[in-house]
């Protein structure tokens, strides 16, 4: 991973959103329910509504999901449907460069298996033109680090990889400063965000080589109780349209 610490105690995934105020992301229009979340998520409880492989892509899932796996990262179900839990951490992490990100674990709720492990770091870029947050991926020898660009939709945010000629995917060789970009595979993917009524509505895309390998639905609401340690995933819901 890229960082030599972990802090103490629960962080936020976005600590202040008004941070990253940009020529093209405007923090002000994000809706309060949504910033809430990031700003502060333990006390939220999220659902995966449905996820679902494309049939084109269902092979390479099959071939996939043993190696992500055995390096124990990125190990995206085939499917997820009628009561899969997950629970998330998020804490800070103290990097090698003096700046800070943040550490998120994502399991498999009661087991030891994990959905992934990302370092999140966010800034805007130094003409104050763009707002981009990023995750690293950590993997035996190298990261993955996906870069994405961050804009307003209405009250809602989206996040993609193809917005701009920073965007996309990385390999990265930790201690060596190398940074390579990957012309597309292994992966492009947009996420977007958006309030419904009390609950906060997510979507996410992957797609390889323009097209769409997976997506899935989220469903974020305010937990009863503030007291739990971590964010609830349960998967249930309809099929993708």
Same mark, same amino acid.
């Given at each position: 991973?890229?960082?030599?610490?972990?802090?103490?105690?629960?962080? $936020?995934?976005?600590?202040? !959103?008004?941070? %990253?105020?940009? *020529?093209?992301?405007?923090?002000?229009?994000?809706? +309060? #329910? &949504?910033?809430?979340?990031?700003?502060?998520?333990?006390?939220?409880?999220?659902?995966?509504?449905?996820?679902?492989?494309?049939?084109? $892509?269902?092979?390479?899932? !099959?071939?996939? %999901?043993?190696? *992500?796996?055995?390096?124990?990262?990125?190990?995206? +179900? #085939? &499917?997820?449907?009628?009561?899969?839990?997950?629970?998330?951490?998020?804490?800070?992490?103290?990097?090698?460069?003096?700046?800070?990100?943040?550490?998120?674990?994502?399991?498999?709720?009661?087991?030891?298996?994990?959905?992934?492990?990302?370092?999140?770091?966010?800034?805007?870029?130094?003409?104050?033109?763009?707002?981009?947050?990023?995750?690293?991926?950590?993997?035996?020898?190298?990261?993955?680090?996906?870069?994405?660009?961050?804009?307003?939709?209405?009250?809602?945010?989206?996040?993609?990889?193809?917005?701009?000629?920073?965007?996309?995917?990385?390999?990265?060789?930790?201690?060596?400063?190398?940074?390579?970009?990957?012309?597309?595979?292994?992966?492009?993917?947009?996420?977007?965000?958006?309030?419904?009524?009390?609950?906060?509505?997510?979507?996410?895309?992957?797609?390889?080589?323009?097209?769409?390998?997976?997506?899935?639905?989220?469903?974020?609401?305010?937990?009863?109780?503030?007291?739990?340690?971590?964010?609830?995933?349960?998967?249930?819901?309809?099929?993708?349209?």
């Amino acid at each position: 991973m890229l960082g030599e610490r972990v802090g103490p105690g629960r962080a $936020a995934l976005i600590p202040d !959103f008004d941070a %990253l105020r940009s *020529a093209t992301f405007h923090p002000g229009r994000v809706h +309060p #329910r &949504l910033r809430g979340f990031y700003e502060r998520p333990e006390p939220h409880h999220m659902r995966v509504e449905w996820l679902r492989w494309e049939p084109w $892509a269902e092979p390479l899932a !099959f071939a996939y %999901l043993p190696l *992500a796996r055995r390096v124990g990262n990125l190990c995206i +179900p #085939r &499917l997820v449907d009628g009561g899969a839990r997950m629970s998330s951490s998020v804490q800070e992490l103290f990097l090698h460069d003096g700046g800070s990100s943040r550490r998120w674990v994502r399991t498999l709720s009661g087991t030891s298996r994990v959905f992934y492990i990302a370092a999140l770091r966010t800034w805007v870029d130094e003409h104050g033109q763009a707002s981009y947050w990023s995750l690293a991926f950590p993997f035996p020898g190298i990261n993955l680090m996906v870069l994405l660009r961050l804009r307003n939709v209405d009250d809602g945010i989206e996040v993609s990889s193809r917005a701009d000629e920073l965007t996309g995917t990385y390999v990265i060789v930790p201690g060596r400063r190398v940074f390579v970009a990957l012309p597309g595979p292994p992966t492009h993917e947009v996420l977007r965000f958006w309030v419904e009524g009390e609950a906060v509505a997510g979507a996410h895309e992957d797609f390889l080589g323009g097209r769409r390998a997976f997506a899935l639905r989220y469903r974020i609401e305010r937990a009863l109780c503030e007291q739990r340690p971590a964010v609830t995933v349960q998967a249930a819901g309809p099929e993708p349209g």
